[in-house]
């Protein structure tokens, strides 16, 4: 007879409670707790970059909302993911952890095992409803932007080309080259 191992399921509150003795980064997907690689040198000069483009942009022109990066957001009672950069737009879903509920815009920086970017989280997030949802992968220099608000098609864009960011509208678009932003 073969044995059968489950995997132990977490709820948000259990996950929480765990933190008190895991000690390696880590997110909650679909109740089950996913440790994440420390982020390296390119990877956060891109987050720090991004995140200061982005907040300067809406600084001027989304009164209302916000940008936070490297905080939990909690998507449901099992799952909490630690996006590299989010936008919301309800400030009373914060707490002093965490973000409840789903942000408009996140972007992923890809770290070097992507998968978890690239499959995971990108199917976490579209049934989430997350409008907008980018991953900026250094390795490649391309950035794949998934429009799930309107059903298009991903876009790849190489790091020279210019994205808009679809989520704040065409009037005063938010426009990014990632070349522009690496030293």
Same mark, same amino acid.
């Given at each position: 007879?073969?044995?059968?191992?489950?995997?132990?399921?977490?709820?948000?509150?259990?996950?929480?409670?765990?933190?008190?003795?895991?000690?390696?980064?880590?997110?909650?997907?679909?109740?089950?707790?996913?440790?994440?690689?420390?982020?390296?040198?390119?990877?956060?000069?891109?987050?720090?970059?991004?995140?200061?483009?982005?907040?300067?942009?809406?600084?001027?022109?989304?009164?209302?909302?916000?940008?936070?990066?490297?905080?939990?957001?909690?998507?449901?009672?099992?799952?909490? $993911?630690?996006? =590299?950069?989010?936008?919301?737009?309800?400030?009373? !879903? +914060?707490?002093?952890? *965490?973000?409840? @509920? %789903?942000? /408009?815009?996140?972007?992923? $920086?890809?770290? =070097?095992?992507?998968?978890?970017?690239?499959?995971? !989280? +990108?199917?976490?997030? *579209?049934?989430? @409803? %997350?409008? /907008?949802?980018?991953?900026?992968?250094?390795?490649?220099?391309?950035?794949?932007?998934?429009?799930?608000?309107?059903?298009?098609?991903?876009?790849?864009?190489?790091?020279?080309?210019?994205?808009?960011?679809?989520?704040?509208?065409?009037?005063?678009?938010?426009?990014?080259?990632?070349?522009?932003?690496?030293?």
């Amino acid at each position: 007879m073969e044995n059968i191992v489950m995997e132990r399921k977490y709820t948000v509150d259990e996950y929480y409670n765990a933190l008190e003795w895991i000690r390696e980064r880590s997110e909650l997907i679909n109740g089950e707790i996913d440790y994440m690689p420390t982020p390296g040198i390119r990877h956060q000069q891109l987050q720090l970059k991004l995140a200061g483009r982005i907040d300067a942009y809406l600084a001027s022109h989304r009164n209302g909302m916000f940008l936070l990066a490297g905080a939990d957001v909690k998507l449901s009672d099992t799952n909490v $993911v630690v996006p =590299d950069i989010f936008v919301a737009s309800d400030k009373s !879903k +914060l707490d002093d952890t *965490k973000y409840n @509920g %789903v942000p /408009e815009f996140i972007i992923e $920086v890809a770290s =070097d095992t992507p998968s978890d970017d690239y499959f995971k !989280k +990108l199917v976490l997030y *579209k049934e989430s @409803g %997350v409008r /907008e949802y980018w991953i900026v992968d250094p390795k490649s220099e391309k950035t794949t932007v998934y429009f799930f608000e309107n059903e298009r098609f991903a876009e790849s864009y190489t790091f020279d080309e210019e994205i808009t960011a679809a989520v704040f509208g065409n009037e005063s678009p938010l426009a990014i080259t990632v070349r522009s932003l690496l030293f």
